[in-house]
């Protein structure tokens, strides 16, 4: 198993331009979830996914898609890009009584 | 919603102490509680979790505690070697929602 795989790692936009973060699982985890890392933030929670077809908001979900059109995959789309996006993104995975599985990580910088 | 909090942010042990990092949450429908070690420049991983339904889990050299009347867990490291030195994470929520304390980074002095 591959795990948790994000792509990029990273990533320079410039305010306005669009993007999407790629995430994919291979281990039919139910469970999906974005977070962004902020220095002395700790991990919050951006979308949230508990199967294919059903996704919900968490706790900063202002500019940010996301869709769950299979298990494997959640994608996160980044609509407008603003200098307060620049963050480490985190997508992560679980089963049912498990705990979360991490992603590598996409360091993104908007300028 | 839930909110997480987590204590100290800072913490400094001799080799060989013991280190105790304390959450508090504020949800009472909060079922799952796991804590995340993340090393510079790496992703979070799972090192230990419990469950609302008991009090406490050990792992060789670290333990959990939970409170939930409370509404308290800790996470207590004993013996602790320089390779424990990360930030540490808590974390409450349910199976598909978690919300996480702001951390608290651990250096072991040798």
């Known amino acids: 198993n591959a795990g948790v795989t994000q792509t990029p790692k990273f990533q320079v936009l410039k305010t306005g331009q669009s993007m999407t973060l790629q995430c994919a699982q291979d281990?039919?985890?139910?469970?999906m979830s974005w977070y962004r890392q902020d220095p002395g933030m700790g991990l919050r929670l951006i979308h949230y996914?508990?199967?294919?077809?059903?996704?919900d908001q968490g706790e900063v979900p202002n500019g940010y898609n996301v869709s769950r059109s299979t298990t494997e995959d959640f994608p996160l789309r980044l609509l407008s890009a603003a200098p307060s996006q620049t963050s480490v993104y985190f997508c992560?995975?679980?089963?049912?009584?498990?705990?979360?599985?991490f992603g590598s990580g996409t360091r993104l910088t908007v300028v | 919603g839930e909110n997480v909090e987590q204590h100290p942010s800072t913490l400094s042990v001799q080799e060989g102490d013991s280190a105790v990092i304390k959450c508090t949450y504020s949800d009472s429908a909060s079922n799952y509680f796991p804590w995340y070690k993340q090393e510079l420049g790496k992703r979070p991983q799972l090192i230990i979790d419990?469950?609302?339904?008991?009090g406490e889990k050990k792992d060789q050299r670290i333990a959990v505690t939970l409170n939930k009347t409370a509404k308290h867990f800790s996470l207590h490291i004993t013996e602790t070697q320089p390779e424990d030195s990360a930030v540490y994470f808590c974390a409450g929520g349910s199976n598909y929602k978690l919300t996480f304390g702001k951390g608290t980074l651990l250096t072991v002095n040798p």
């Open positions: 281990m039919n985890h139910e469970y």
């Open positions: 992560a995975s679980r089963l049912t009584g498990g705990g979360y599985t």
């Open positions: 996914s508990v199967g294919a077809g059903i996704t």
């Open positions: 419990i469950r609302s339904n008991v």
